[in-house]
């Protein structure tokens, strides 16, 4: 199960849905810490397949 | 391994068949058939077969593997060939499927006359072990048989699945997400083992005749033995007289952690932890090498403590086993399958063993077995 940075967009705010770049499917994300993130905003994520990705912060 | 009365010698007993496998008097006649998309027949070609091998690494990602020498070309890449023997006495005969294969390496002997071809094919694995492109979720709720007939519909491999229906109806507690990342590698055959291993199944394989398959894991230690292999019986025996065994405690682990993911809890001894430690028994216990050698602790995806224990077993017996291992010339034994337990009786002693990998000559030659010895 390695774990792999990437990048993302929000594509649902609530539950968390995220993108990654590249991909044309969607999937439920986790959080650190109980963060909030906006529909379309640019995530950075860690995947760790088969779990759910990880959204680790923000872009700035 | 294949049942010795199944089709297409089905009405043979098995006491028949196994007299043609272990028969001195036996002809053997190699075939190849070419099969359409679906695995059904097209057509028989075994006048073109020269020569050629059907292999099995029970261990490898794709397992079967086929080397023929051919005296036509057929659509490389596309057809699918499935070669077979039949054992025969003069008074009954029995066909034996070898396995479905895709040929994906043609090199043509241009000096010969007619031309040959000396090919590489696949098992029908080599279809799902591609790339999957995409990121691939499925999500809680969806039982893993589902999840798992979809991808095979989805790429209309036009297989049968046949999935022991023990755990049919355990659904996904979580969401189980193969995100694309950078340099992604995640093939759908990754995807359906890491579906297959969260309830305990093992990994899927192809059988003899191209349908997917997969049973729950169990101990080979506890599995019946399929075939006898015995050196002393010289009515039945088709072991070699060459024979090779390699015992190995190098680096033997005898203790054991394993961690479920995900959890919602702290993972704790019985809730999410399940550690094993070998004190006593057999040649890597903690007391026969006076020390305690810890395996890196592992990971593992399940989907409840108990899968996650069963897992744990699997790979504990797994690290054991690998201490002994045979390795054995055997006439054709074409009812070989996938990961078959044989008992192997040799000098008065005698193993319980699983095959880890075997090799059919389809003129008949003597071939290489790897057997490990699962009793330890």
New interface residues.
Partial sequence: ?PE?Q?HGTVTQASPLRV??????????AAVLNAATYALNQRVT?T?R?????LVIGAES | MQSLTQAPRQNLTAAQVKSLITGSQVQITPGLELLDGNNNFVGDISSTLVSGTVERNCLAAIHGTCNLVLEGAVGWGVDRLRPFMVLSNGKISARFNLGVFVIQTPVANLAENPITYSVTGYDLLCFLDVPVGDTYAVTSGTTYFTAIQSIISALNIGSNLYLDGTLQSSTLPNDMVWALTPGSTTTWLDIINDLLGSINYRNLWADENGNFRSTPAVLPSTRAVEWILDTSDNTQNIVAPKRDVTSDVFDAHNWWRFVRTPMTTKPVEGAGIYTVQNTSTGRTSQTALGRTIKAPVQFLTAADQTSLTAQGNAIVAADQRVSRTFTISLDPLPVAGHLDIVQFKDNGSSDICQVDSWVTDLMGKSSQWILEAVNA
Avoid: R
């Fill in positions: 199960m792999i990437t993108l990654c770049d590249g991909a044309t499917v969607d999937s439920s994520i995947t397949d088969p779990l759910v990705p």
